[in-house]
């Protein structure tokens, strides 16, 4: 009987102790649902759990979704008490290395724009699939989708088709500015890219030639090349001379009285020569380059002046650098010295002047002529000497002398310097005239 009582005594007192330690009841959820509910390391279900009883004390708590990070934390149960545990679950960002052939492709993913290939993405949402557009000028769109598995890296190498051609240009010479539909593109020899489909225009430029303009047709992916051999621009020259009025030359070739323009001239080298009575003859080299205008004045320089000459005795031939200009007069029958003789139209520069007359020595004279001046030049006192031009034959003899007078009745001759003999005409058998 003690025995039974004693063990009825003992169940009460361990009754009494259970009562008064009871379970905490908690309710756990998560954002977003669903997510598993690992309890003091072990699987209890998947949120929303409502009561679920939970010994009193500390605890731990996990939520884990797929493509989401862990919530985890600790908390304390109280006896008999009532909590609610929420997890806020973070998605999980994947790795996205977007690599583009070409590169420095824009990269757009859900519609917004993360910069340039090569491009390391770590902001993406692992857990939904995303929309990414890959484009760049010239080349044709590309768009992808992008899924993760888990943190594990994702490598995405794109390459994108071109929706443009190439174009090489050239031309000869080297050097010509190109522009492409109004771009400019730098000079040939280039090798000109992102060349829109379709018909384009390409401008050739370069100094001192004709501008050149070309239509292509490309179609994507097209590489053409274009070679332009370029027209050079003809040259002009102006020519003008001091003074006015010259009379100009081109490489021999009779132009025109200046001034004047010559227009259409191929580049090159040009002897031009201006010439202008009473000025002296100028000739100069000139090189004109492609599509070049030159002024060129010519100052001419006065080459005329005058001589004035007299002679003693009157009556002397005149000769200027072996030409005879004239003979030297007198209006009055018993004048030692000339008249004056003008002679005009003299080039600048040494001349011989060259006095001439039956009986006399022949004197010879240089003078120098400057431009619009006038020399006076004299034979001086020219030297008489004794050169018979006659013989007489009468029936007294023979007679040779100079011829002084020959008149009707009466031939006079200087038999001797000097001396003079009067021989009537009725007894002149012959008069001969004696040559050299």
């Not at 006896?79 to 583009?100: D, E, R, W, Y």
Request: neutral net charge; proline residues 6%.
């Amino acid at each position: 009987m003690r025995m039974i009582a004693a063990l009825l005594a003992l169940a009460a007192l361990t009754a009494s102790a259970a009562d008064s330690v009871r379970s905490c009841r908690i309710d756990f959820t998560s954002q977003p649902k669903g997510a598993d509910i690992i309890l003091d390391g072990q699987l209890k279900g998947v949120t929303p759990m409502a009561v679920l009883d939970v010994a009193p004390g500390e605890h731990n708590v996990r939520f884990d979704l797929k493509n989401y990070e862990s919530s985890e934390q600790f908390f304390t149960a109280q006896s008999g008490g009532f909590a609610t545990i929420h997890g806020a679950l973070k998605p999980m960002k994947g790795l996205l290395l977007v690599q583009t052939e070409p590169a420095e492709c824009d990269i757009t993913i859900d519609g917004v724009s993360l910069g340039h290939s090569p491009r390391l993405v770590t902001s993406l949402d692992a857990s939904v699939p995303h929309k990414m557009v890959i484009q760049k000028p010239g080349y044709q769109s590309r768009t992808v989708e992008v899924k993760f598995t888990g943190r594990t890296p994702l490598v995405r190498n794109e390459k994108l088709l071109l929706d443009s051609g190439v174009l090489f240009v050239s031309t000869d010479p080297a050097g010509a500015e190109v522009t492409v539909n109004g771009i400019a593109r730098g000079k040939a020899p280039i090798k000109v890219t992102d060349i829109p489909r379709g018909r384009s225009t390409v401008t050739l430029l370069i100094q001192g030639y004709e501008p050149e303009v070309r239509e292509v047709v490309l179609n994507a992916g097209d590489n053409e090349n274009l070679f332009v051999s370029m027209r050079p621009k003809p040259g002009t020259l102006w020519l003008n001379s001091v003074p006015e009025g010259a009379r100009f030359y081109v490489n021999g070739e009779v132009k025109g009285r200046g001034p004047l323009a010559i227009n259409s001239l191929t580049p090159g080298n040009y002897v031009v020569r201006a010439e202008l009575e009473g000025h002296g003859t100028l000739e100069k080299k000139i090189t004109i380059g492609y599509g070049q205008t030159i002024n060129e004045e010519f100052r001419l320089e006065h080459i005329i002046g005058r001589l004035e000459v007299k002679s003693c005795p009157v009556g002397a031939q005149v000769l200027v650098d072996g030409h005879v200009v004239g003979v030297t007069k007198s209006d009055n029958p018993d004048a030692e010295y000339s008249d004056v003789l003008s002679i005009e139209g003299l080039t600048s520069g040494e001349h011989v002047v060259t006095f001439r007359k039956d009986g006399f020595a022949e004197v010879v004279k240089h003078p120098i002529i400057e431009p619009s001046k006038t020399v006076q030049l004299s034979s001086g006192r020219m030297k008489r000497f004794f050169k018979p031009n006659v013989e007489i034959v009468t029936s007294s003899g023979t007679y040779r002398g100079v011829l002084v007078e020959n008149s009707p009745d009466m031939i006079v001759i200087e038999v001797q310097m000097g001396i003079a003999r009067s021989f009537p005409k009725v007894d002149v058998q012959h008069l001969n005239f004696l040559t050299d």
